[in-house]
């Protein structure tokens, strides 16, 4: 290397140096100018990430100890203790706990209504009027306008027109079906 290029070489070193310098003074110079602004965003974003992860923390512990003493007051319904946690974390549940222990609501309920719609689903998965038919006259049923219209459906794929018409005329004005039991009651005029 030539004397020249080295100069050269040294002096695009010191310019480089100095440009480090320059930003690195522009930087403290801004930093000291907005200190407590930088360090009060700071400290404000820790609060929020701080803040957020403790009242998740809180929720979920109030949620586990709800249902735990929601457990409890299935097993015992006169459990105070659990009614009182029930009461300051989650009334919702106290209430629903406190329905289920009555002498309104079983288990016994429950499984029936499973039953049911086990029934329902198996009797439209194999087309089966029977089955639907005893649904259809179990008036504890929660799904009977969607077993008839699903019976007339089934007479409908069957080419039995007439006990089609007869079985969706059956539909009450005010079901929540009437809209598409009115769609078969159309196409069926025309058959």
């Known amino acids: 290397m030539s004397l020249k290029e080295n100069v050269d070489y040294i002096k695009q070193e010191i310019s480089t140096e100095e440009q480090f310098f320059e930003s690195f003074f522009k930087v403290e110079k801004i930093y000291k100018k907005y200190k407590l602004l930088i360090i009060g965003a700071v400290i404000a974003v820790l609060a929020y990430f701080i803040g957020t992860n403790v009242n998740d923390y809180v929720k979920e512990q109030n949620a586990i100890t709800a249902n735990t003493a929601y457990n409890t007051l299935i097993k015992n319904p006169k459990d105070k203790n659990a009614i009182s946690i029930l009461e300051d974390k989650n009334k919702q549940?106290?209430?629903?706990?406190?329905?289920?222990?009555?002498s309104d609501f079983t288990l016994k309920n429950d499984v029936i209504f499973l039953d049911q719609i086990a029934k329902f689903n198996t009797a439209i998965k194999n087309n089966d009027i029977k089955i639907l038919n005893e649904l259809i006259l179990d008036p504890k049923f929660v799904l009977r306008d969607y077993a008839i219209f699903n019976k007339a459906l089934i007479q409908t794929n069957n080419k039995e027109y007439e006990k089609a018409r007869t079985t969706v005329n059956t539909i009450k004005e005010n079901s929540a079906v009437v809209t598409i039991s009115n769609l078969l009651k159309h196409y069926l005029l025309t058959k």
């Open 93 to 102: 549940l106290l209430q629903i706990a406190m329905y289920k222990s009555s």
